[in-house]
């Protein structure tokens, strides 16, 4: 599904990803690891095709496409779903009006009609009831005054409507109690499918308890230093970054 | 020998008024006249200001007062049995869908009967000052002139010496008017630059309400336009008003405006004033409370290009304990545009448990468009509750990029959060027709920038 390529980017001039290379095939999870500022955010803006960022160097293909050469709002209607670690406000646009002018956008570079209201209504009382968020959400202004976990599920919320092919969740579980963990991995599995695939960025081993990852994955200075099952993030979880990075030094 | 050639608009508009005290003769002993004549003098003292003027700092308006201007009759005012081309505007341009108002056409500072509809009811004055000058003298004499001051203002003082017509209204205890009343005044150029004055009188007694919404059209751009409107409101005790004033005149066009409210006890005042379109429009809107425990809310929605600059000066006087204001203004300039707001807050000694309220944002979508943004507080009591915020900032570009990312199009983003960050201001706004209208017209501009 998505194909990376030696990807180098920066940033005011700072390079940031150094060559990073990674595959992703439909229906496969895949987990990022990383300490701090190691570039994780960075991949996934970048992928999303954030403009701060330069790429410097190689490639992405996504279903065939040079997912590079498109502008964010056409990776998004292609099918990149990036929930947004830091998820920002817009005061003044509801929920419901956001997401059906997404859920419009998408259908109209596809050829479709507009979305039926009452149909829109009806699948997004369902997904919400999915990630167990009130139905009173549906007027708020986008993100404005939520509680950080709200923002999250409200990602995962948008993620449901938009049905990506893939989704790249960054630090979705930061900010969630235990309950709302346990939801919104029950809602992000519930969207999985042999024909969609994820990317989930996370700190801890608690969310891949409940999304349990194909690949796992640890970013150290803007490069994929070390890949393996499961078991890696388990490993993580009890020896922290210390010895990865003991290793790489032991290769230069 | 040093010859002064120079045009100057001041001595041409005194110079007509000496032709206009001249036409009247018999009239001219009225103490209505007197009024005039007394501004007359006051504007004979009086300048225009220059960027040198404190509270004119930012807007230049030199492009005004080199320009002559005459005070055309339109020939579209003569009634349709002398009008030889028998021409009447079409309103319907002018008319916000689903409004079912009495209105009141005003061209050229003159007041159409011919395009007026107004229906009468009890308890309720709405007509031509033109004619309530005749009719209802002794309210007249008694409001008139009273509660705008012109000292220090030329504007004023020109339109005042000049006043003739505009609306009256008079809303008697305890009437409620069941059809907002519209008034269009409406700049017909096409005899050359023109000079339309218009003056208002309203005055709204004890326990009454009313809807009021003011629209300033330009019906052609051959020439260009200067308009005066000054409007004097009387809100009575336990009274209220809801008014709007809606500034879409063309980029020929230049408007000065300035709106008196004297609010007595317990009154509500909403005014909502929406500026579109106009080369330069100043506005000055005053508020004294001098009853105890008003409600006065002041709304502005400004959205500039081109080389527009619209200029929002306010001043709210609190004069008296226990009153409420609260003034919420928008803007976005794009273009080389230029806005200015500058909001005064007038708490007097006696004025305890002032809630004062204030807030200015503007966003400037283009690197030449310009904003001068200046609370002005001036607290005199000691126990008064006062905020005021003003922000100016550029498109939110996280905010736009949050939007990409769900394929919301770019354009189509910074469409959407240009028009949220006005929504705000339009949620305040009661009237669901003018409400449609306005983002109507704020959906076009909003193309434009
Ligand atoms: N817009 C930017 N301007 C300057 N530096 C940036 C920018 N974006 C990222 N960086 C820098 O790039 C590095 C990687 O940042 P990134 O946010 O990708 O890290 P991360 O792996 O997501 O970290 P965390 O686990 O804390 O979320 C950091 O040193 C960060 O300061
Ligand atoms: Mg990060």
């Known amino acids: ?252 | 020998m040093n010859v002064e050639t120079a045009f100057d608009l001041k001595d041409k508009l005194l110079e007509d008024f000496k032709k206009f005290d001249e036409q009247l003769n018999g009239q001219s002993t009225s103490v209505f006249h007197g009024k005039r004549k007394s501004a007359s003098e006051e504007f004979k003292l009086l300048s225009f200001p220059t960027k040198k003027h404190e509270e004119w700092k930012y807007t230049n308006i030199k492009a005004i007062t080199e320009k002559n201007f005459d005070q055309n009759t339109s020939d579209l005012l003569l009634d349709s049995l002398s009008n030889s081309l028998n021409e009447k505007i079409d309103l319907a341009a002018y008319l916000p869908e689903g409004l079912d108002a009495d209105v009141l056409v005003f061209i050229n500072g003159e007041w159409s009967s011919s395009h007026s509809n107004v229906s009468h009811a009890d308890g309720i004055t709405v007509k031509s000052l033109a004619v309530a000058i005749a009719e209802d003298t002794d309210l007249i004499n008694e409001h008139f002139g009273k509660y705008a001051k012109y000292n220090d203002n030329t504007f004023a003082a020109m339109n005042s010496s000049f006043a003739k017509d505009g609306l009256f209204l008079h809303v008697a205890k305890s009437q409620a008017i069941a059809k907002p009343i519209l008034c269009l005044y409406l700049n017909d150029t096409s005899k050359g630059n023109q000079l339309s004055i218009n003056r208002n009188l309203i005055l709204v007694d004890e326990n009454a309400q009313v809807q009021i919404i003011e629209g300033h059209y330009n019906l052609n751009d051959d020439n260009f336009s200067l308009t005066n409107n000054l409007t004097e409101v009387l809100v009575g005790k336990n009274a209220k008003i809801d008014h709007y004033k809606l500034q879409l005149e063309n980029d020929k066009a230049y408007q000065y405006n300035f709106c008196q409210f004297v609010q007595q006890q317990s009154s509500t005042v909403h005014t909502n004033t929406v500026t579109l379109s106009g080369e330069l429009v100043r506005n000055d809107l005053h508020f004294l409370l001098e009853g105890e425990h008003c409600d006065s809310f002041l709304n502005g929605i400004y959205l500039s290009d081109g080389t527009q600059l619209f200029d929002n000066h306010s001043l709210v006087d609190h004069a008296v304990p226990n009153c409420m204001s609260d003034e919420f203004y928008k803007g976005i300039m794009g273009g080389s545009s230029k806005g200015v707001f500058n909001g005064k807050i007038l708490v007097r000694e006696d004025a305890q448990k002032t809630n004062a309220f204030q807030s200015n944002k503007n966003v400037l979508v283009s690197d030449n468009a310009s904003i001068n943004t200046k609370p002005q507080l001036e607290i005199f009591a000691d126990d008064v509750r006062c905020t005021h915020g003003a922000t100016t900032g550029q498109m939110d570009d996280e905010a736009l990029f949050y939007m990409q990312a769900r394929g919301i199009g770019k354009e189509t983003a910074r469409k959407i959060l240009l028009r949220s960050f006005i929504g705000e201001v339009m949620e305040r706004m009661n009237s669901k027709p003018i409400v449609d209208y306005v983002n109507e017209l704020i959906e076009a501009k909003i193309e434009t920038l």
């Open chain 1, 1 to 252: 599904m998505i194909k990376i390529e030696n990807l180098q980017a920066s940033v005011d001039g700072k390079e940031i990803l150094r060559g990073i290379n990674l595959e992703v095939k439909a229906g496969e999870v895949h987990a990022i690891m990383g300490p701090n500022g190691s570039g994780k955010s960075t991949l996934a803006s970048v992928l999303a095709g954030k403009e701060d960022y330069e790429v410097t160097g190689g490639s992405v293909n996504f279903d065939g496409k040079d997912l590079l050469d498109l502008e964010p709002e056409d990776r998004s209607r292609e099918g990149v779903f990036l929930a947004f670690q830091y998820p920002i406000a817009i005061p003044g646009v509801s929920i419901a009006n956001f997401i059906k002018t997404a859920v419009n956008e998408k259908r109209k570079y596809h050829g479709m009609e507009d979305v039926k209201a009452t149909d829109f209504l009806k699948m997004i009382k369902e997904k919400m009831s999915l990630l167990e968020i009130d139905n009173k959400f549906l007027g708020r202004s986008l993100n404005e005054g939520f509680s950080g976990g709200e923002k999250k599920r409200n990602e995962i919320l948008q993620m449901a409507m938009l049905e990506p092919k893939l989704s790249i969740l960054d630090e979705t579980d930061s900010g969630l109690d235990i309950d709302a963990l346990k939801i919104v991995a029950n809602g992000v599995n519930k969207l999985k499918s042999d024909k969609n695939a994820s990317i989930v960025i996370t700190h801890y081993q608690r969310l891949l308890d409940h999304i349990v990852p194909d690949f796992v994955h640890v970013l150290l200075d803007g490069k994929i230093v070390k890949s393996g099952d499961k078991n890696l993030a388990l490993e993580l979880e009890e020896k922290g970054y210390d010895w990865i990075k003991e290793e790489q030094k032991a290769l230069a």
